[in-house]
């Protein structure tokens, strides 16, 4: 029976995605910053844990206290929406140390295992604003478009030992925390800015088509389970046509 490691479960993509691995039988270790047991079914097969990575000491106990891993989904991620004029760059930092090196500093710490047995798959969660530019959110786009490089080519660093590196893109989700926290404090939104953002947020009030946690939960597995070159696993229906129309498989 095989084992994955899934960042950031606390809601959203990572809950559901602990859900739909348990569901197909797999043991589930689900990682949260605060630990909550009453999110997902009481099994043998599922283990929650306190993990914050941007912690070196959290992934290091976290990492001893699970054993062997076959599967690594990095997931947990933060979210910045606003005018970049008006974001600190406190809050960049904050963005990049979760999104960016937390995914690293992750991957870093299960790679030796995974190297050694020559075997093991990394899943980097990252967005569908990586397949198109996206207004008011300059700062988590970056955060994501780094992931994406540093997942392709870390993909054929670890082609030799037989170690899979993928991408899951997921579209957008209004379910999530990322959308339900609402409007930006004014603070991300200079004055100059207004006018502009009512118009993106309006738009974002009436998508064409959204994205579904149980999307990307299907999305992860697929990626997960996958034995052929693909790298990338566009997540709902928003970001598949995003994909198509940037010619990436689907």
């Known amino acids: ?13 990572g809950l559901e995605t602990a859900r739909h691995f348990h569901a197909q039988g797999w ?8 630990p909550r047991e009453d999110l997902l079914p009481r099994s043998e097969r599922i283990r929650v844990l306190a993990l914050d990575v941007t912690k070196e ?13 076959d599967v690594l ?3 947990a991620g933060i979210g910045a929406l606003g005018a970049f004029e008006g974001t600190p760059m406190a ?10 090196f937390g995914v690293m500093a992750m991957t870093q710490a299960v790679l030796p ?32 478009m780094a992931i994406e490089g540093f997942t392709a080519s870390l993909a054929h660093e670890l082609a030799p030992f037989d170690v899979r590196v993928k991408l899951v893109e997921p579209g957008y989700a209004p379910t999530t925390r990322f959308a339900s926290n609402g409007t930006p404090p004014d603070r991300l939104i200079p004055e100059a800015y207004a006018p502009f953002a009512q118009r993106v947020f309006a738009a974002f009030m009436q998508p064409a088509a959204v994205t579904t ?12 389970t996958d034995t052929s070159g693909q790298l990338r696993f566009p997540a709902g229906p928003d970001a598949v046509a995003l994909a198509r129309a940037a010619g990436h498989p689907v």
């Open 27 to 34: 043991n589930v270790i689900a990682t949260m910053r605060t």
């Open 1 to 13: 029976m095989k084992t994955v490691l899934i960042t950031g479960c606390s809601s959203g993509y």
């Open 213 to 224: 946690e149980a999307d990307v939960a299907e999305g992860v597995y697929r990626a997960a």
């Open 73 to 75: 989904v990095n997931n």
């Open 113 to 144: 295992q995974l190297r050694e047995r020559r075997s093991g798959v990394i899943v980097n969660v990252t967005s569908s604003v990586t397949l198109t530019p996206m207004p008011l959110v300059a700062v988590y786009t970056a955060s994501k």
């Open 57 to 69: 000491g959290s992934i290091a106990a976290a990492l001893a206290a699970c054993g062997p891993l």
């Open 91 to 100: 809050l960049a930092r904050e963005v990049f140390e979760t999104n960016t």
